[in-house]
């Protein structure tokens, strides 16, 4: 019979783990910033409720993560779900296999990457209200328990996130943000609790709704959470600014029709005639921000999380920005013009948010038609080619990068420091590992020293067998292998 552990709130506060003798003190918040650049997200993948697939892209593949890399991003976002994942308290451990292969694959790539509880079903963040706040707390305890020990062995370069964008509003947002900073404060306390590496790890608290303006004005420094190691937190907001023009798509009776808005600037990025209704700044309601429609808007807003947190010690990311592409929206002369004003507000955004000393991380849901915003190409052939090589090409610039050559990477193998876990990560014919890899795959058989499972990504186990496995009859896909605390992405063509 398959014995399971199940993480209840009561367990989770009577575990006790000791820091081994191997645990490392890791950089400091501000270290780690120095390295982080500018970012890229795995967006609608891991974070899709119950099956990174349903969104419409695929389980990310080595190919993807190092031409991340590659294309000169040092830091990758996971958005990653956690609830749907989980019964009774405990995270389905094949899930947590599957969110350990890729973040090895980051890890292996040399990204610093962010891993995340993000909003599957709004359990968190949809909650910030008292009649929720010890139900969710418990729960907030319970998985960061489970995840920070998982990786608890992982080093500096992987940074551990609260949440995602915890929604307050408008009424009570005060109130809210109270609430808040206790699920905040439980995450930085279950993880400091899981010993080694966890210790001394970045990281990441969001601000109420992820806004500038709220985190400024109700999270500043001295009402973030209390951590038992200086220098280790840095804060994050989002930035869609303004909503009528990076994200809106139909429109809206705000007490008035305001329409999406497709053209960012001044001067002839502006359009003319009846076409007026769709510039940016056009309506009240957007001009009532401070004209949010040329780089003034972000120039004020960097500088606020500037002045609030990076001038105190405290870094700051944008970890998700951007502004839909038009095409197929637009055409001809107005699709030109709606083209040449997003690429100024990426360049505008790149250079503002390296002047205030943020880290802007990109959205990208790998989305390749109407509205999008990848980069990098994902659910189409070439798998990790340049989809937005202008967008790309910007974003290198604002950091004194030339225009992209794709010079290939470097793996790196040892991003697991002292511990006893082994991993190895499969992608086409090889199998590169460190540490006595006891797991591996010959053709159409898997071979391991001791029992083998076979889950899918979704978490269900498909076969298993004692230290011999038969591929034979699997269908085209990714698939996760696990021997022990060994692991071995298979990919099925």
């Known amino acids: 019979m398959k014995r399971r552990i199940l993480w209840t709130a009561a367990m989770v506060a009577s575990v006790s783990l000791v820091s081994p003798s191997w645990a490392k003190t890791l950089p400091t918040a501000t270290e780690m910033f120095n390295q982080m650049g500018f970012g890229i997200n795995i967006g609608n993948t891991m974070e899709v409720p119950g099956n990174p697939t349903g969104w419409g892209n695929k389980f990310p593949t080595e190919a993807y993560i190092d031409s991340v890399k590659a294309a000169g991003f040092s830091t990758i976002r996971i958005p990653c779900a956690w609830d749907s994942h989980a019964k009774d308290g405990a995270i389905n451990q094949s899930w947590m296999d599957s969110v350990q292969t ?29 009649d929720k706040k010890d139900e969710v707390n418990a729960k907030q305890k319970s998985y960061w328990t489970q995840i920070a020990t998982h990786f608890k062995n992982y080093n500096e370069n992987l940074l551990f996130a609260s949440a995602n964008e915890p929604a307050t509003t408008d009424e009570n947002y005060k109130h809210e943000t109270e609430i808040l900073m206790t699920y905040h404060q439980t995450f930085v306390d279950a993880v400091r609790a899981t010993g080694g590496n966890n210790e001394s790890r970045t990281l990441i608290i969001q601000g109420p709704s992820t806004s500038v303006d709220r985190s400024c004005e109700v999270m500043p420094v001295d009402k973030l959470p209390k951590d038992k190691i200086e220098n280790r937190l840095m804060v994050e907001v989002h930035y869609y600014d303004p909503y009528t023009y990076t994200l809106m798509n139909e429109p809206a009776d705000w007490g008035a029709i305001v329409q999406p808005q497709y053209y960012w600037g001044t001067g002839d990025n502006l359009a003319t005639g009846d076409d007026v209704v769709y510039n940016c700044g056009y309506n009240a309601w957007a001009n009532a921000m401070g004209d949010p429609c040329t780089g003034d808007r972000m120039d004020d807003q960097f500088g606020k999380m500037k002045t609030t947190f990076v001038d105190k010690g405290v870094p700051v990311i944008i970890g998700e920005f951007g502004a839909n592409d038009r095409v197929g929206v637009l055409t001809g002369d107005k699709y030109t013009k709606h083209r040449k004003g997003r690429l100024e507000y990426y360049d505008y955004l790149m250079n503002s948010a390296k002047k205030n000393k943020v880290v802007p991380i990109a959205w990208d849901t790998g989305h390749e038609g109407e509205n999008n915003m990848t980069i990098i190409r994902r659910q189409s052939e070439p798998d990790g080619s340049i989809f937005d090589m202008e967008v790309l090409n910007i974003m290198r610039k604002a950091y004194g990068l030339g225009d992209y050559v794709n010079t290939g990477i470097t793996h790196i193998e040892n991003f697991v420091d002292g511990g006893t876990e082994v991993i190895a990560v499969r992608n086409g014919g090889a199998t590169s590992s460190f540490g006595s890899v006891n797991l591996r795959r010959e053709g159409t058989m898997l071979y391991a020293t001791g029992n083998i499972k076979l889950f899918d990504t979704n978490g269900n186990m498909l076969r298993s067998g004692s230290t011999e496995l038969s591929l034979q009859g699997l269908h085209q896909g990714v698939y996760i292998a696990k021997s022990g605390s060994k692991l071995l992405k298979v990919n099925m063509r």
Not at 104 to 119: E, S, Y
Request: aromatic share 6%.
């Open 102 to 130: 890729v973040v090895d694959m980051c890890m292996r790539a040399g990204l610093v990457t962010i891993l995340n509880i993000h909003w599957d079903g709004g359990w968190l963040e949809g909650n910030l209200s008292d």
